[in-house]
């Protein structure tokens, strides 16, 4: 099992840029795919973005596509969501999510467990 904790989230006007972290602890984070998504209120969850457990392969939603990076660093048990040119529609709870194996995927049903999230609002 593995427990996700998000950071860095809050109010940027749009245009700006946030960083958002999700420190893991708990079994090997290396192992897992990882992916981030958010939900806006009265929302679904959306994907946002995944990557596979080396960091080899990332993919990304085509609305946040050029403007957002996801990114780990396995030593340090850390997966990133870089954001820049934000908008007012990227306004939501960002989590980030673990998968038990197998290939990062873009439906929330994929993951197994999950952060409590991190509010990012953008102001216009």
């Known amino acids: 099992q593995v427990q996700l904790v998000e950071s860095g989230g809050g109010l940027v006007q749009a245009g700006g840029s946030l960083r958002l972290y999700c420190a893991a602890s708990?079994?090997?984070?290396?192992?897992?795919?990882m992916g981030w998504f958010r939900q806006a209120p009265g929302k679904e969850r959306e994907f946002v973005g995944a990557?596979?457990?080396?960091?080899?392969?990332?993919y990304y939603a085509d609305s946040v596509k050029g403007r957002f990076t996801v990114s780990r660093d396995n030593a340090k048990n850390t997966l990133y969501l870089q954001m820049k040119s934000l908008k007012p529609e990227d306004t939501a709870v960002y989590y980030c999510a673990a998968r038990g194996g197998g290939l990062p995927g873009r439906d929330p049903s994929d993951y197994d467990y999950w952060g409590q999230g991190t509010q990012v609002t953008v102001s216009s």
């Open positions: 708990g079994r090997t984070f290396s192992s897992y795919p």
């Open positions: 990557i596979s457990w080396s960091g080899s392969n990332t």
